[in-house]
């Protein structure tokens, strides 16, 4: 059923945090409301936060935020990358990026459609759970009151603690 996504991957995803003062550059009409964004990659396999790119005004598009990181130039040839229909076109950027198959305007989405896109939300749920885990640091998951410059340095020293976390358990167990 999937066959045509790769055995290796990352998987890809961005979330939004707003900030404590409004503008009109990180107004985002998805939220319908100023954000900043970031980007994060995650690794398969171990749940483990990988890239975690720039924050951007919420206003930009998903792939956009990709094409701007480099993550994918960074890759292995051998690893792929998954996102979300927020990375369709992500195949144009590296051979082996996969995301959902979108509905066919007008007629019904098809069964098989159907079964590959419950597949790849199997395989895809793990950069659900890393986000998951991100905002539960309150620096992440409340309004964002420090300056915007500093954003991304934030994101990435929570997702250390994340990752120390995850590390820390698969040592226990």
Known sequence: MLQDTPGLAVIVDSFEQRPKRSQRAYYSGQ????????????????????????SVPGRWADI??????????????????????????????????ACPRRKPRGPERPPEDRKYNRAFSRRRIGA???????RRF???????????????????????LVNRMLDHRTKAA
């Open 138 to 160: 309150r620096s992440l998951a409340h309004v964002n009151r420090h300056r915007r410059p500093g954003h991304a340095r934030r994101v990435r020293a929570v997702a250390g």
């Open 31 to 54: 939220k319908k409301a100023h954000t900043l964004k970031s980007q994060v990659t995650v690794d398969e396999g171990s749940g483990r936060l990988v890239h975690v790119s720039e």
């Open 64 to 97: 956009k935020l990709l094409k701007r990181s480099r993550m994918l130039g960074r890759l292995p040839d051998r690893v792929g990358a998954l996102g979300d229909l927020g990375y369709t076109g992500i195949r144009d950027l590296h051979p082996s990026g």
């Open 128 to 134: 659900e759970h890393a986000i998951g885990r991100l």
